[in-house]
């Protein structure tokens, strides 16, 4: 399930308000408390389900693509639990691709970026290298910048499904460069007006009804 789902959340709370406006003695309160926890057990049965259609769906495209992978992720993409990102891993490369239960097409672009092992396993502060491996749990990349490299934490999938280059799909990024004291890392921010919100939930709800808008490609 994704961190902020509003079919699960919004329901659920819902029905479990009901009962503090009814007196304790009420029967009634039993009813709705039980009604909020079905609920919410039915529709995480339901993410389970999701969660083996669309990893299966993905495991059978990147095999009939001819892409080798020794880790598969799948999870769901904000919001929702209809549009689901795969990420697969192989030794020097991430795969991405989406699926949305609503397309038509069973067919996934996957989009392909070299993980930069080298600019990882040889970086001077392993401190830092080790502590971002761990959070990005197996599923990052390293692209070099100036003196320094920038880390991209890929384990939600891509941010932009338009774009192909790391510093526009994905949205946050680590940017380990050199300072006074030795190494220093930096959380990377995108500076977001409202009408880029605008434009990221218009790609996002497009793209679950299967309307993607594509504005580049990977070479």
């Not at 969660?51 to 999870?75: C, E, M, P």
């Not at 996934?108 to 971002?132: D, F």
């Not at 003196?147 to 380990?176: L, N």
């Not at 890392?185 to 007006?193: D, G, L, S, T, V």
Request: glycine share 6%.
């Amino acid at each position: 399930i994704s961190v902020v789902d509003p079919l699960w959340t919004i329901p659920f709370m819902l029905l479990l308000l009901v009962p503090l406006f009814l007196r304790r003695e009420n029967p009634k309160r039993i009813r709705w408390a039980l009604a909020a926890c079905s609920y919410a057990c039915m529709y995480m049965l339901l993410t389970f389900y999701h969660k083996y259609t669309v990893h299966s769906h993905f495991d059978r495209v990147l095999k009939a693509n001819g892409i080798s992978y020794h880790t598969l992720k799948t999870t769901p993409t904000m919001f929702n639990n209809i549009l689901w990102s795969g990420i697969a891993v192989s030794h020097d490369s991430l795969y991405f691709g989406e699926y949305s239960l609503l397309q038509g097409d069973p067919s996934v672009e996957w989009i392909a970026y070299p993980i930069g092992r080298e600019l990882i396993e040889n970086h001077p502060n392993q401190r830092i290298m080790k502590a971002l491996q761990w959070f990005g749990q197996g599923a990052y990349l390293a692209t070099p910048y100036n003196d320094g490299i920038d880390f991209f934490t890929a384990k939600w999938g891509r941010s932009d499904f338009t774009q192909t280059e790391p510093h526009k799909a994905f949205v946050f990024h680590w940017r380990i460069e050199p300072c006074p004291d030795g190494w220093c890392a930096n959380q990377i921010m995108p500076e977001w007006k409202k009408d880029d919100f605008n434009r990221a939930f218009g790609t996002l709800w497009n793209r679950i009804l299967d309307k993607p808008k594509v504005d580049s490609r990977m070479q």
